[in-house]
Every structure is written in C-alpha cells, then in structure tokens.
C-alpha cells in the first residue's frame, strides 16, 4: 500500500480528494473505496467520508500500475472530414470508442492518438481523448472528435446545451402504431439489471427524448428515423425497450424469452450529425447504412 500525498483547507470528500491526486476517474476510485483498496487510517470507510490533512489515506498499487499494452495495432480511421480543429469520424459497429474498467481491446481513441499524437493530451481524460460524445460499441456511424482543447470546449458545449442535432437509423421487434411519436421517460441505471432503465417521471431519472419516424413497416419489424434531443448512455435502445420494440440485434435490452435476431450486431446507425465548427461553419456530416445492414433489411420478407 502507498501513502497518498494531499492537503485540504477543510474537511473533504475521501472520493473527491483521491479523484483529484491519483489519475482515476471519480467512478474508479469510488469502486476501489468501497473494494478495501483505499483505507483511511488502516479502516474501509464509505466514499462520502470526510477526510483533513491529518487523516492517513493509503492505497493498493495495483490502482496506479500501468495496464498490460495490447499488441494489436489500431484500428483503421473512416475519416469523413478533417480540419485543423476536429476529425469527423464514421465508426465501424464493434469497436469501443474508449477504455473501459473491463476491457483494454483497441479503441477509437488509439486510433485518433495513432493519427495525431497530440489528440492525447486533448479532453477531460487520456482515456477519452478528444472525446465530446460516444457511440455504442455496438453502433456504427457519424462521430466527431476535437483535434485541440480549444475546440473540445467549444463542441462540447454545443452537446450540453443541445445545439446540435442527430439522427439514427434504427430498425426495431414489431409494428409500430404511430407514423411519429416522442418518447419522453427519463432515464437511470438499474441497481439490478446493469442497464439504463426508462422510468416514469414520477419516479425521477435524467431526462431524456427520443422522436421518431417511420420510414417502412415489414412483417414483424419496423424501420425507423430516429432523432434524439438528449444523449443519455443507451438512450434510444433503452427507449425502445421500454415501448416494447427493442432494436433489432440487440441482446442487452431485448424482451424475455424471445431471442434477439441473429445479425451479428444492433441494427442502430447514427447517420447523421449537424452541429457548428470552431471555424463557424454549420455543416452537416452524413454516413451511408452500413452493407451488413442493408443486406439485413434485403432479407426481411416484403409487405
């Protein structure tokens, strides 16, 4: 265990204090707290507890170590656009868009460090360089990236205070009553399930909305338009979810008992971005569906 170096003015939170020393995440580090990996004066003690320059704060080792590189190179970049402020990317389904606590495969983010090494020191996070929004591992599509800190700050505000806008194309189980609708529950992750949950407003949650249209009804599925005004992790598979038409190819959010159609991934493609540059410029960037969901749609029976 290894002494952690730190001073406080007053009492702070043990999980902000170690957050801000070691290069962990608040999520990471509260994981560690609660796993006996961080003690106060020898003792487990809860993420809230309140430490001062007088408190003992060690750590485990094996929370700093740097982790086992990979030897696989990086994936290769779809660029759409590039300037000198960002890389509009179109991201294949499959590829993690950044480290996570469980997985060290390659990553969107070693490819853009790949393609410019100074993206690394661009973001919140080296984990998330450049990073203003994400994809789903399993979601292909239109993703942009900031090249400079500058251009970080501008497009993330631009995601925060919802002036961009995005469109899906997402092929989800059932007929779809309605031509067009918005789906409105807000949204939080399940204590027992692991996966975001829609809720009732009532029952609190983050906002979230999706609107959709119906572009074709098949037999047992239907292909849809999806534009969402919020970007909460898993919006519009857990929205779907929870009206009763989960996305095709899905195996996290799909109903029981019935098994998800075997596509080798979601049928959710993000096709479309439009959102302002650092330069001013409003452009919209665009992705074709991918072939493998083109031949999906070619082999649903016909109306």
Known sequence: MHTLKFSTEKPERLDKVVAGTLPLSRTQVQKAIKNGQILVDGQIV????????????????????????????PAVLDILYEDDDVIVINKPAGLLVHKTETSDEPTLV???????????????????????????????????????????????????N??????????????????????????????????????????GGREAITNYDVIKRFPHQT??????????????????????HPIVGDTLYRNK?????????????????????PSGKKKTFSAPVPRELKEVLELIPKL
Do not use: C, W
């Open 162 to 203: 919802r002036e961009t806008e995005k469109h899906y194309t997402a092929l989800v189980v059932g007929k779809m009553e309605k031509d067009h609708d918005i789906i409105d529950f807000p949204i939080e992750r399940s204590k027992t399930t692991g996966r975001m949950a829609a809720r009732p407003s009532s029952q």
């Open 223 to 244: 292909l849809l338009d999806v534009k969402i005004d919020t970007g909460r992790t898993h919006q519009i598979r857990a929205h779907m979810y929870a009206i009763g």
């Open 110 to 160: 070693d490819a853009l460090v790949a393609h410019d090494e100074k993206i690394a020191e661009v973001g919140d996070s080296r984990d998330r360089a450049g990073l203003v929004h994400r994809l789903d591992k399993g979601t292909s599509g239109v993703l942009i990236t900031a090249k400079t800190q500058e251009a970080f700050e501008f497009l993330k505000s631009q995601f925060k």
């Open 257 to 277: 008992g019935v098994k998800p159609m075997a596509i080798g991934r979601q049928f959710l493609h993000a096709r479309q971005l439009t959102i302002t540059l």
């Open 46 to 73: 809860p993420v809230k507890h309140l430490i001062t320059d007088e408190s003992k704060v060690t750590f485990d080792d094996a929370l700093v170590k740097p982790k086992k590189l990979t030897n696989f190179p």
